[in-house]
Nanobody, 114 residues
Framework: VQLQASGGGLVQPGGSLILSCAASGRIFTFNFVRWYRQVLGKERELVASISSDGLKGYTDSMLGRVTISRDQVESSVFLEMDDLKPEDTAIYFC?????????WGQGTQVTVSS
């Protein structure tokens, strides 16, 4: 399976973005799809996850400002981020935990700046 992350960009503080993670190729059974973010020089941080049953989890730092959702027909997972802050600036990656292994998208840059 290939994962394609998109939707990043430059946004002002307080703004919103919707990131997309589209799966293509051979689609396996997904156990979880997760969004991570990474700032250069720091460890990758889990932002949100959604299970095959639709259960969702969020990191404390973005709780209330982020929503993960999925479109199973289109094999896509979305990350809606609101009230963005400069500290949310990072490269955002999607990850699929499947029965055939772990897959990663290439990342999409989110920059929050005035």
């Amino acid at each position: 399976v290939q994962l394609q992350a998109s939707g990043g960009g430059l946004v002002q503080p307080g703004g919103s973005l919707i990131l997309s993670c589209a799966a293509s190729g051979r689609i396996f059974t997904f156990n979880f799809v997760r969004w991570y973010r990474q700032v250069l020089g720091k460890e990758r941080e889990l932002v949100a996850s959604i299970s095959s049953d639709g259960l969702k989890g969020y990191t404390d730092s973005m709780l209330g400002r982020v929503t993960i959702s999925r479109d199973q027909v289109e094999s896509s997972v979305f990350l809606e981020m609101d009230d963005l802050k400069p500290e949310d600036t990072a490269i955002y990656f999607c990850n699929a935990d499947t029965n055939a292994g772990d897959f990663w998208g290439q990342g999409t840059q989110v920059t929050v700046s005035s």
